[in-house]
């Protein structure tokens, strides 16, 4: 009689691990409210910014603060786009696109060498790299002032691009290392036995290969730049010269702050980084996730 007990239950098991078989799961409560709750500190601040923009500076010590205003008004940005906020609009897509492409254009040359690069040249090559992200940006603003100055770049936009793309290097070549290494080395092989140098590797296998990296590490890059204040605070001094962050201190006063004004400045700062981020936001998981797939 135990035979047909056994052959029943192992026909049990086999119908339930059936690989078609769908399986009910309990919902996972726990990690659904601790999502909406992630979702709730960000996106309340964001909320607070555009409605508090849209106030007047009256009616901003008044009333609930997350409440939409009776009167939505558009003065503050009127005011901010006549307060000079082009020219300082301007100087920080000019400083962001210039750092961003010697960064990224440097960084994939100087990653292919490490990859592909044999001998001991190439391995510390990658340690000088990852010794530069130990570094932090605050210790070295003494020497940095001390150099630009004897260079004659002080109070110019060479003096913010330049140290801008020396500690963006380090973080962007890391990351660009670890995509390279995914690349099938039969690829590189193949074209090394049809001819092709280097340069052609690195430009019709390596770059088109890279993409989603090249975005990942060319938005990082820009939002730390745009997003920058100790540069501009030491390395310039001309109103002409301010930046996005350092124009925001055209909005205090001696004794009081337009809080309504800085907030639509940082609405209207933050809107490049943003397209920048929907338009490449299809590419930024893998690059992010490069070399971790071995």
């Known amino acids: 009689m135990a035979a047909p007990t056994t052959i029943a239950t192992s026909g049990h098991r086999s119908r339930a691990s059936a690989p078609g078989r769908r399986v009910r799961r309990l919902p996972n409560i726990g990690a659904g409210i601790g999502g909406f709750v992630w979702l709730a500190v960000i996106i309340v601040p964001i909320y607070y910014v555009v409605i508090s923009s849209l106030r007047g500076q009256a009616g901003f010590f008044s009333g609930n603060p997350l ?5 939505v008004s558009l003065d503050k940005y009127a005011l901010v786009l006549q307060s000079g906020f082009g020219r300082y609009f301007l100087n920080s897509v000019v400083i962001t696109v210039a750092s961003v492409v010697v960064t990224v254009a440097l960084s994939l040359m100087a990653a292919y060498a490490v990859v592909r690069g044999e001998g001991r040249i190439a391995r510390m090559s990658f340690s000088a790299f990852l010794l530069g992200l130990a570094i932090p940006v605050h210790a070295t603003i003494i020497p ?33 290392a670890n995509f390279i290494r995914d690349i099938p080395k039969e690829l590189f092989e193949s074209m090394r036995m049809d001819g092709a140098t280097d340069w052609v590797m690195l430009w019709r296998l390596v770059l088109p290969l890279a993409r989603p990296a090249l975005v990942t590490v060319g938005i990082y890059d820009a939002l730390h730049v745009w997003n920058g204040f100790l540069f501009p605070l030491i390395l310039t001094q ?10 925001l201190w055209a909005f205090q006063g001696e ?7 800085v907030l639509a400045a940082v609405v209207l700062s933050t809107l490049p980084m943003l397209v920048a981020y929907v338009l490449g936001r299809r590419h930024l998981v893998r690059g992010l996730t490069a070399g971790f797939s071995k």
């Not at 409440?67 to 009167?71: G, N, R, S, T, V």
């Not at 004897?150 to 936009?157: A, P």
């Not at 109103?239 to 124009?247: E, G, W």
Request: net charge negative; glycine share 2%.
């Open 255 to 261: 004794f009081t702050v337009d809080v309504p004004a």
């Open 67 to 71: 409440a939409i205003p009776d009167h």
């Open 144 to 176: 940095l002032y001390y150099m630009i100055t004897r260079l004659h770049l002080y109070d110019s936009l060479l003096a913010l691009i330049l140290p801008s793309i020396g500690f963006a290097i380090p973080i962007t070549v890391l990351i660009l």
């Open 238 to 247: 001309s109103a002409d010269l301010r930046v996005l962050p350092m124009a």
